[in-house]
C-alpha cells in the first residue's frame, strides 16, 4: 500500500503548482503566437476560473481551443471565446459537458468559422433554451442548411431567418402553434360544437411575430408562439382559444365605434371579455382555473393606465381580489349591478362608456399605438370592432389567403368526412373571399406537407426538413386507355385471365372443422365409426366456408426524375423514342387495371425532387379516386425531370398510407436509380435516409418493396430496401408485363 | 325437458329501469299487439338493450338476446347438427328457440351479422311468420307470442355495414338518441346514485364529446359510461379521474382527442 500512496500525496502536494505551470506555459504559448494582446489577456482571467471549477485540463483545453478559433477566425472572436467561458464553466458545471462545448465551437470554426460569432454572442440565450445536445442538433442543422452559402449561415446563426427561429423552437422542444394545432382545433370543437378555420397569425409588417390572438371575419389566428411562458405554452392556447370561443358564443353584432376615444374603446373591450368570460363560466366554471393563473397583477403598485386594466381584469373575473382603487371598485360595482343584463352586448358599451371617460379625465397615460391587452390569452379584440379598414393592419385579414395555401395539415387531414358531407355547411359558415385557396397554376406547387429527414453522421432525425409540394400533371392524352388497349392488348387479357384466377380462388371449403355451418359428413361418419368402436372421436365434424380474405392497399410511388426520360436500351435494339418513363406509364397502367379489378385500394404518386425545398409530387390518383379516363390522361401527363429525393418521398407516402384501413398495406417504389439530390453531396446521406423511412414505416406496419430498373440499378437499393425488399428488372421492355405479374404473386 | 322450461331462463325475473324520455313504450306495445318486428336505432349506449329488456318484462315474454358479430353463421341463429353418442340430432338455435315457443328474439347490432346470414328473417318478419329450417326440413310456425326485435346502430354507416333494403323495409323503427341533458342527468343521477348537479357536470361534459362526433371520434361518451364514471364518482372518485378512467381513455387513443377531451373536462368540471 505505501507505494501508491505516496505517489497521490506525491501528486496532491505537486498538484496545483505543477498545474499552475502548465497553465502559465500554455497562456505564454498563446501570447508568443502573435494574437495580440487580447487573447492572452482574456486567458489570463478565464483559465485560472476554469481551472478552479473544472479542473487543470480543461484550462488547457482552452488554450488549445482559443488558439485555433483565432487562427481560424480573428483573434477577437478567440477572446471573447475566452471571455465566455467563465460564465459558461459555471453554467456547464462538469469537466466533460464543457469539453464538449468547446469541441462544439472549434468543431463549427473549421467548416464555417463566420458562425462562430454570432453564435458566441448568443451562447448563453441558446444553451438556456436548448441545452447542451440539442444545441449541438441546431447547429449542425444549421450547417447542413446554409449547405455552405455563407450569407443564409450568418443570417440562420443571427436568427434572421425564419427557419433558424423555427428550428430553434423544435430543437427547444417548446410547443407551438404548429405542434398544437390539431389538439387546439379538437379541443375548440369539444367546447364549442364547431370550429371556425384556425390559423397562424403571419409576422407583422417589420418582422416581430404577432403578440396576441385574434379573430374576425370568421378566422381564428394565433400567434406562432407565446414567448416567456415556457413549459406553459399548451395553457395559454387553450386559454386564448377559450376565450375567442366565449366571444363567438356570447358576443353580439360588432360594435361600431362612432365617437370613441381609443382609451373608452380599449375599456369596453375590456368589459365585454368579462362579460363573455361570465357567461362562459356559467356554463364551464372549470375554465376560471385555466383562465385565472394569467391574472397576476397585484393590487397595489403604481395606477398606470395599463397596472389598472390589468386589475380591473382580474377583478371582474376573480371574487378575492382586493380593490384598492377607486377606479376599478366602481367598475366592478357597475358591472355586478349589471347582472340582469348580462346577456346584451349593450352592458359591456355602457360600462365602458362611463369608465372610459372616468379614466380619461384622471388625465392617465394611454397610448393606443403601444397597447397590448392583458393578460397574454385575451385577444386583440380587434374582432369585436367595426373598425374602418386601416392599411396597418392588413395583416389581419388580407394575406390569410397565403396561409391556407401553406397550411398543409389542416387543408388535407382535416375532417376528410366533413368534407364530402358537409360542403355546403362549411361554404355557408365561412366568408369564401378569407380562406379561398390560392388558384395554383399547372406548374406551381401546393405545399401539401413537411417530413422529417434522417442525417446518419449526426445521427438525429431533422424535424420538417423536407418540404412536399403537390403539382398537377401537365396534359394527357385522353385516348390513353385505348392506346393502352392497342399495345398490350393479349397482355391486358392474360391480366384478366390472371385476376380472375386470383378472385376465383378466394371462397374455400373448409372441412373437418371444429365450427361450422353444417356437419363435414365424411368426418361425422368417421366419428360415428370411431364412438360405435368405443374409440375417442375426432371432434373437428363441421364444414365451413373461408371468409374472402383480400385486405391490401398499395401505394405506388414512380421515381420520374431526369434518367426517366432517356431511351430504353440506350438505341442499339432500335427502341428510339420509347424512353423508360413511357414503359413506367404502360406498367403503371396495367397494374392499376389489375388492382381495379380485384378491388384493391390503389393509390399512384409520381415523384421527383429539387433540393429539400421541393419534393415534387403529382397524385396521379388518390385511394378515394376511380380508375377513370383521368387517371390515364394524369399518367401520360407525366414528364421526367429532376432528381430522386427517395426517403422523404417514401415517408410521404406511408403517410398517406397510414391512413388506409386494410390488414395489408404496401409502398411499392419504382425507381431506375441510385437516390441523389442537387443539395446533397454525401452519397450516402439520401441512402441511409431513406432507409430509414422504410425501417420507419415497417415498424408501422406498412411494408416497402422497391422495384428497381436497369442493371445499374439495384446496388444501393439492397442497403434501403434489404436484400428481400426489392427486384432488380433489366429488361425494361419487360416491365409491363412483369408488374402486374409481380404484384398478384405478392399478394397471394 | 318441457318446452316452456327451454324458454323460462329467459323471462326477467326483475324490472329493468327505464326512464321514459317519450311514449315510446307505448309505441312498442303497440307494435307487440300486431305482432310487428320492431327495429331500434341509435347510438351506441343510448339506452336499446336495456328498452328491450324493459319491454319484455312489462309484457311478460321470455327475451333471448343474440349479439351479432361478423363471424356468425346462420347456423349459430337457427341451430345445427350436433354429433352425439347416438349419431346425429338436431340443436335449436337462439331464434328457433324464441320462434317454437313465443319469445322475443332480440338481434344485437344486426348489421354487425353478414348480410347473407341476415335473409333468414325474412319469411319470420312477413305475414308468413315462418322458419323453414333447410337442412333439417321442417318449417317453424311462429308461436303467437313471437316477435323479433333488432337494433342498428346507424352511426357506423359504412357500405358494407348497411342492411338490405328488403330487410329494412319489414320493420317498424324507434328512433333513440341520448335523451335531452335534464332528463339525461336524471338518469344518470339515479343509475349512479349521485347528486343531480354533478350528474348534470357529467352530461355537460358528454355534450362536448359528443361535439367531436366524426371528427375524431366515431361516437361521444354515452349514456352508459356517462352512468360508469358517475358510479365512480359516487365510490369516491374526482369528476376528473373519473371521465378519464370511464371515458376519456376507452374511448380514443389519438393524443390530440384525448387533450381536447381532457380539456373539455376541466372546462365543466
Excluded at chain 2, 325474412?122 to 321442417?138: S, V, Y
Aim: proline share 6%; aromatic share 6%; charged share 25%.
Amino acid at each position: 500500500m505505501p507505494a501508491p500512496e505516496t505517489g497521490a500525496m506525491a501528486a496532491r502536494a505537486t498538484g496545483p503548482a505543477g498545474a499552475d505551470a502548465r497553465i502559465a506555459k500554455a497562456h505564454a504559448r498563446l501570447a508568443g503566437a502573435g494574437y495580440g494582446v487580447s487573447v492572452p489577456r482574456a486567458y489570463g482571467q478565464a483559465a485560472p476560473i476554469v481551472a478552479d471549477a473544472l479542473g487543470t485540463e480543461q484550462a488547457l483545453a482552452l488554450a488549445d481551443a482559443a488558439s485555433r478559433i483565432a487562427i481560424r477566425t480573428r483573434p477577437r472572436i478567440a477572446a471573447q471565446f475566452l471571455d465566455l467561458s467563465v460564465p459558461m464553466a459555471r453554467r456547464l458545471a462538469g469537466p466533460e459537458p464543457f469539453g464538449r462545448w468547446i469541441a462544439l465551437l472549434v468543431g463549427v470554426s473549421k467548416p464555417a468559422p463566420d458562425a462562430v460569432e454570432p453564435l458566441l454572442e448568443r451562447m448563453e440565450m441558446l444553451h438556456e433554451r436548448l441545452g447542451l445536445v440539442a444545441l449541438d442538433a441546431w447547429v449542425q442543422s444549421g450547417l447542413r442548411l446554409a449547405a455552405g452559402d455563407a450569407t443564409r449561415r450568418r443570417a440562420y446563426f443571427t436568427l434572421d431567418l425564419a427557419e433558424a427561429v423555427r428550428l430553434l423552437e423544435r430543437h427547444a422542444g417548446e410547443d407551438t402553434f404548429q405542434s398544437l394545432e390539431g389538439e387546439l382545433r379538437a379541443t375548440y370543437r369539444a367546447l364549442w360544437g364547431h370550429v371556425p378555420p384556425i390559423r397562424e397569425a403571419l409576422a407583422q409588417a417589420k418582422g416581430h411575430a404577432a403578440l396576441r390572438a385574434s379573430f374576425g371575419a370568421g378566422v381564428i389566428q394565433l400567434p406562432s408562439s407565446y414567448s416567456g411562458f415556457r413549459g406553459r405554452e399548451r395553457l395559454v392556447y387553450q386559454a386564448a382559444l377559450a376565450h375567442i370561443g366565449a366571444h363567438m358564443a356570447y358576443g353580439g353584432k360588432r360594435f361600431e365605434p362612432g365617437q370613441l376615444k381609443p382609451l373608452q374603446i380599449a375599456v369596453v373591450s375590456l368589459i365585454e371579455d368579462a362579460r363573455v368570460e361570465t357567461l362562459a363560466l356559467r356554463e364551464m366554471p372549470g375554465l376560471k382555473r385555466l383562465w385565472l393563473p394569467f391574472h397576476d397583477v397585484s393590487p397595489d403598485g403604481m395606477a398606470t393606465t395599463p397596472s389598472l386594466f390589468g386589475r380591473l381584469a382580474r377583478a371582474l373575473i376573480d371574487p378575492d381580489f382586493p380593490l384598492r382603487h377607486g377606479w376599478v371598485r366602481k367598475g366592478v360595482e357597475m358591472f355586478r349591478a349589471g347582472q340582469g343584463q348580462i346577456d346584451t352586448p349593450a352592458l359591456s358599451r355602457h360600462i365602458g362608456n362611463i369608465l372610459g371617460n372616468d379614466l380619461g379625465q384622471t388625465r392617465v397615460q394611454f397610448n393606443a399605438r403601444d397597447y397590448v391587452v392583458q393578460p397574454v390569452y385575451r385577444d386583440d379584440n380587434l374582432g369585436l370592432w367595426e373598425l374602418p379598414p386601416d392599411p396597418h393592419q392588413g395583416q389581419q385579414h388580407h394575406h390569410i389567403d397565403i396561409a391556407t395555401h401553406d397550411l398543409r395539415r389542416s387543408e388535407e387531414t382535416d375532417r376528410p368526412q366533413e368534407r364530402k358531407t358537409e360542403r355546403s355547411e362549411r361554404d355557408t359558415d365561412i366568408p369564401p373571399e378569407t380562406v379561398a385557396p390560392m388558384p395554383v397554376a399547372s406548374g406551381v406547387g401546393r405545399i401539401v406537407g413537411q417530413v422529417p429527414e434522417y442525417d446518419h453522421l449526426a445521427g438525429i432525425e431533422r424535424p420538417d426538413w423536407v418540404t412536399i409540394k403537390e403539382y398537377d400533371p401537365g396534359p394527357g392524352d385522353p385516348l390513353f386507355w385505348r392506346k393502352l388497349e392497342d399495345r398490350h392488348g393479349a397482355l391486358l387479357a392474360r391480366i384478366r385471365a390472371l385476376v380472375r384466377a386470383a378472385a376465383l380462388g378466394r371462397h374455400r371449403r373448409l372441412k373437418r372443422q371444429a365450427e361450422g355451418e353444417r356437419l363435414d359428413l365424411d368426418a361425422a361418419i368417421e366419428a360415428s365409426i370411431a364412438l360405435r368402436a368405443q374409440r375417442t372421436p375426432d371432434h373437428r365434424v363441421y364444414e365451413g366456408v373461408s371468409i374472402p380474405d383480400r385486405s391490401i392497399a398499395v401505394h405506388l410511388l414512380l421515381d420520374i426524375s431526369q434518367s426517366t426520360g432517356d431511351p430504353v436500351g440506350g438505341g442499339p435494339n432500335g427502341a428510339g423514342d420509347v424512353t423508360v418513363l413511357n414503359m413506367l406509364r404502360d406498367a403503371t397502367a396495367l397494374l392499376a387495371h389489375a388492382m381495379d379489378r380485384l378491388g384493391d385500394p390503389l393509390a399512384i404518386t409520381a415523384f421527383a425532387s429539387d433540393g429539400r425545398e421541393d419534393l415534387r409530387v403529382v397524385p396521379v390518383k388518390r385511394f378515394e379516386d376511380a380508375l377513370t379516363p383521368l387517371t390515364g390522361m394524369a399518367l401520360s401527363g407525366l414528364r421526367a425531370g429532376y432528381s430522386t429525393r427517395i426517403g422523404a418521398a417514401i415517408r410521404h407516402a406511408g403517410a398517406a398510407l397510414g391512413q388506409v384501413a386494410c390488414h395489408r398495406r404496401l409502398v411499392l417504389v419504382v425507381t431506375d436509380g441510385a437516390p441523389s439530390d442537387i443539395d446533397v453531396s454525401d452519397p450516402a446521406y439520401l441512402v441511409m435516409d431513406a432507409r430509414r423511412a422504410v425501417q420507419l414505416l415497417n415498424a408501422q406496419g406498412i411494408d416497402v418493396f422497391c422495384i428497381a430498373l436497369g442493371q445499374t440499378a439495384g446496388q444501393r437499393q439492397g442497403e434501403i430496401f434489404s436484400k428481400r425488399g426489392f427486384v432488380q428488372i433489366d429488361r425494361l421492355d419487360a416491365l409491363p408485363e412483369k408488374l402486374p405479374a409481380l404484384y398478384l404473386k405478392m399478394t397471394r | 325437458m318441457t318446452a316452456s322450461s327451454l324458454l323460462d331462463a329467459y323471462l326477467l325475473d326483475h324490472e329493468p329501469k327505464w326512464h321514459p324520455t317519450g311514449d315510446e313504450t307505448a309505441l312498442f306495445s303497440a307494435a307487440y299487439d300486431v305482432r310487428l318486428p320492431v327495429m331500434l336505432k341509435g347510438p351506441t349506449g343510448c339506452g336499446k338493450t336495456r328498452f328491450v329488456e324493459h319491454m319484455a318484462w312489462r309484457l311478460q315474454r321470455p327475451l333471448v338476446t343474440v349479439s351479432c358479430h361478423e363471424d356468425m353463421t346462420a347456423s349459430d341463429l337457427v341451430g345445427r347438427y350436433l354429433l352425439g353418442p347416438e349419431g346425429t340430432h338436431w340443436q335449436d338455435g337462439p331464434l328457433t328457440l324464441a320462434v317454437r315457443y313465443g319469445g322475443i328474439c332480440y338481434l344485437d347490432e344486426i348489421v354487425e351479422a353478414r348480410q347473407d346470414t341476415t335473409v333468414i328473417i325474412h319469411a319470420l318478419t312477413d305475414d308468413r311468420r315462418i322458419l323453414p329450417l333447410e337442412k333439417k326440413g321442417e318449417l317453424v310456425r311462429a308461436h303467437p307470442d313471437f316477435q323479433l326485435v333488432i337494433s342498428y346502430n346507424p352511426g357506423y354507416q359504412s357500405v358494407l355495414k348497411d342492411l338490405k333494403e328488403s330487410t329494412k323495409q319489414r320493420f317498424c323503427a324507434l328512433d333513440f338518441d341520448y335523451p335531452a341533458a335534464q332528463v339525461e342527468a336524471g338518469i344518470v343521477a339515479a343509475e349512479a346514485a349521485i347528486p343531480q348537479t354533478s350528474a348534470e357536470t357529467l352530461v355537460r361534459i358528454a355534450e362536448k364529446s359528443r361535439n367531436l362526433r366524426g371528427q375524431g371520434l366515431n361516437e361521444g361518451a354515452s349514456t352508459r359510461m356517462l352512468i360508469h364514471a358517475g358510479r365512480l364518482m359516487a365510490g369516491g372518485l374526482s369528476v376528473s379521474a373519473a371521465c378519464k378512467l370511464a371515458m376519456i381513455t376507452p374511448m380514443t387513443d389519438d393524443p390530440e382527442i384525448r387533450a381536447a377531451l381532457t380539456a373539455a373536462v376541466d372546462a365543466c368540471a
